[in-house]
């Protein structure tokens, strides 16, 4: 499987942006995707999940409202609209997969496969 992240850039505080991550390689129906993100000196963390079999969204308490997760299975794709953006968003984002959920979805060490990462800086 392979993941490609895109569309990152420099906002400003309040814009929105939409990442995208693009797969190959698998039945994309069969990947659990989740975004997580790394700000400059912390640690990686959970964004937001999309669990295919149902359907069903998840998000960190920090981008709640403010992010939306969605699935193009037509295209191969997840999305990540983020709206409200604030100087704490800036980070590298990364998208990450794997073969069917895991209940644990917010765990990176959960998922097999990683994008390069896209990095969103927002100025305030």
């Known amino acids: 499987v392979q993941l490609q992240a895109s569309g990152g850039g420099l906002v400003q505080s309040g814009d929105s942006l939409r990442l995208s991550c693009a797969a190959s390689g698998r039945t994309f129906s069969s990947l659990a995707i989740a975004w997580f993100r790394q700000a400059p000196g912390k640690e990686r963390e959970f964004v937001a999940a999309?669990?295919?079999?149902?359907?069903?969204?998840y998000y960190a308490d920090s981008v709640k409202g403010r992010f939306t997760i969605s699935r193009d299975n037509a295209k191969n794709t997840v999305h990540l609209q983020m709206n409200s953006l604030n100087a704490e968003d800036t980070a590298i984002y990364y998208c990450?997969?794997?073969?069917?959920?895991?209940?644990?979805?917010?765990?990176?060490?959960?998922?097999?496969?990683w994008g390069q990462g896209t990095l969103v800086t927002v100025s305030s």
């Open positions: 990450a997969g794997r073969v069917y959920w895991s209940v644990q979805y917010y765990s990176g060490a959960q998922y097999n496969y």
């Open positions: 999309y669990r295919p079999s149902a359907r069903s969204t």
